[in-house]
């Protein structure tokens, strides 16, 4: 069961990516192309000394916004549904009458707000020639840091949930989940350093128009492994019950006879 539920969730996360990859092609490349003729002009006018020998480009800008684009967004998304397809395995039937659709939505849901909405609050995603090369490494650990407080708040938040309901209902217990999730957010975003280094004269509409299509991004990848994973795997349910009622019915004997009740 959890093996088919992987390669689904996984097939899912594949489709996910090629989604994400015609979105990220119209909406995401011509703000990266604007971010580096930004970076471009400004080292020219750093006044370079001549004859400088440029630094060798390993990969050009051609295969990084085609088959390098296309690679990436496919193996993260196939990684991602994979890792989706295992948490729907474990949560499937430890969280009440929910059917694999709906159940699978949430998750997807979930995964969006608490891996990526909540740490971008407070560290954005940024395009090529904002940040500094030396301060990288500081960036990213505080960026992990962000998501993995996110998700265990997330995590301790729904396991209160599931305590609460006996004593305030579903609906109270859901509130009081959700505040507790966003005051752990909020005090971890008061508490983590902020980082700004957007260079002086960067155009702000590509920054925003940059900020927004990494959040579309995020939300075709989520939304498409949320949905069709969860309707993909109620259709096989659907389709596996009646095998399974037949396979535990009584054989019927030719021998016994029969009586209409």
Known sequence: MVRTLLIRGMLVGLLAGLLVFAFSKVFGEPQVDRAIAFETVRKAAAHTPIGTPAEPELVTRQ?????GLLTGVTVYCTAFGGLFALVFAYANGRTGNLSPRALSALLGAAGFVAIYLAPSLKYPANPPAIGEPETIGYRTALYFAMILISIAAMVLAIIARQRLVSRFGHWSATLIAMAAYIACIVAAQLLLPAIDEVPDGFPAPVLWNFRVASLGMQFVMWATIG?????????????????LVKAHAPAYDSKATYRLE
């Open 63 to 67: 295969v990084q916004a085609s088959f």
């Open 227 to 243: 949905l069709l994973f969860g309707a993909l795997t109620e259709r096989a349910t659907a389709a596996r019950r009646p095998l």
